[in-house]
């Protein structure tokens, strides 16, 4: 069975950084490990994901600030986040998918991210 375990996030300055870690237990070899966030009102959105071979991509709203790296062995994924801004705050969510797969099928259970003006 598929575990997502999120850790990290709080409420930092605009301008500040935190790192959010995610990991995993009871998944296959190849995947997609995804970060997605969600603000109030707003619909769910991908902000990062990389592949089980190191390959990664961002939202054009965070490229150049955030960073997603994964550890192969501990299955842990972890976003960095740095220049945050208020618009960033939301619920992130990390989650994983099969490569195969389009869709995301695994999620974690959120974590908040407050930025303040």
């Known amino acids: 069975q598929v575990q997502l375990v999120e850790s990290g996030g709080g409420l930092v300055q605009a301008g500040g950084s935190l790192r959010l870690s995610c990991a995993a237990s009871?998944?296959?070899?190849?995947?997609?490990m995804g970060w997605h966030r969600q603000a109030p009102g707003k619909q769910r959105e991908l902000v990062a994901a990389i592949t089980s071979g190191g390959v990664a991509n961002y939202a054009d709203s965070v490229r150049g600030r955030f960073t997603i790296s994964r550890d192969g062995v501990k299955n842990t994924v972890v976003l960095q986040m740095h220049s945050l801004k208020p618009e960033d705050t939301a619920v992130y969510y990390c989650?994983?998918?099969?490569?195969?797969?389009?869709?995301?099928?695994?999620w974690g259970q959120g974590t908040q991210v407050t930025v303040s003006s």
């Open positions: 989650a994983l998918r099969l490569i195969a797969r389009s869709s995301y099928d695994y």
């Open positions: 009871g998944i296959s070899s190849y995947n997609v």
